[in-house]
T-cell receptor, first 110, second 112 residues
Framework: ELKVEQNPLFLSMQEGKNYTIYCNYSTTSDRLYWYRQDPGKSLESLFVLLSNGAVKQEGRLMASLDTKARLSTLHITAAVHDLSATYFCAVDSNGNQFYFGTGTSLTVIP | KAGVTQTPRYLIKTRGQQVTLSCSPISGHRSVSWYQQTPGQGLQFLFEYFSETQRNKGNFPGRFSGRQFSNSRSEMNVSTLELGDSALYLC???????????FGDGTRLSIL
């Protein structure tokens, strides 16, 4: 079974600072997804990364994928309070199965 | 443009009963996926449908089943409900495979 590990699990950061969330997975996959979830709400799709070296950016968030290292990163630039949420990565195991990470709970402190 | 609609929003059932949840995707979206979210197990993938065909299925027992209709609407059914089936069930639709997904608000199922 494919395992997806995110770290850190909890992240408290000051506004204006930069930080990176890491997503490691255990078997080969060319497809990785990032989602955001606000407390008590549904999921919001952030990025779909489909190939090695893929990089996508939206506002203060940038995601990248290194399939050789089986690693994806979600980089936060100059954090603002509105980014406080739980972030999940998910990996598609060669079109067979879909596995989520445990989530990273991000709190941005003014 | 209407979003993904899941019905009902809340549901209370007792052990042994069965339940059917409905998902209406965004117009034009042909791919529908279902997920279960619980505090203990986190987010888990249930099914993925594309053009009425089940493409993938997660590691759930046969009590969990689903289908997609010709208008892309999807239903999932859980039979012989157990306490552990209490969860938030999320449906997501996308234009095609590997495209960004749009999520519904979910159905919160409680088993007594």
């Amino acid at each position: 079974e494919l395992k997806v590990e995110q770290n850190p699990l909890f992240l408290s950061m000051q506004e204006g600072k930069n930080y990176t969330i890491y997503c490691n997975y255990s078997t080969t996959s060319d497809r990785l997804y990032w989602y955001r979830q606000d407390p008590g709400k549904s999921l919001e799709s952030l990025f779909v990364l489909l190939s090695n070296g893929a990089v996508k950016q939206e506002g203060r968030l940038m995601a990248s994928l290194d399939t050789k290292a089986r690693l994806s990163t979600l980089h936060i630039t100059a954090a603002v309070h509105d980014l406080s949420a739980t972030y999940f990565c998910a990996v598609d195991s060669n079109g067979n199965q879909f596995y989520f990470g445990t989530g990273t709970s991000l709190t941005v402190i003014p | 443009k209407a979003g993904v609609t899941q019905t009902p929003r809340y549901l209370i059932k007792t052990r042994g009963q069965q339940v059917t949840l409905s998902c209406s995707p965004i117009s034009g979206h042909r791919s529908v996926s279902w997920y279960q979210q619980t505090p203990g197990q986190g987010l888990q993938f249930l099914f993925e449908y594309f053009s009425e065909t089940q493409r993938n299925k997660g590691n759930f027992p046969g009590r969990f089943s689903g289908r997609q209709f010709s208008n892309s609407r999807s239903e999932m059914n859980v039979s012989t409900l157990e306490l552990g089936d209490s969860a938030l069930y999320l449906c997501a639709s996308s234009l095609s495979l590997n495209q960004p997904q749009h999520f519904g608000d979910g159905t919160r199922l409680s088993i007594l």
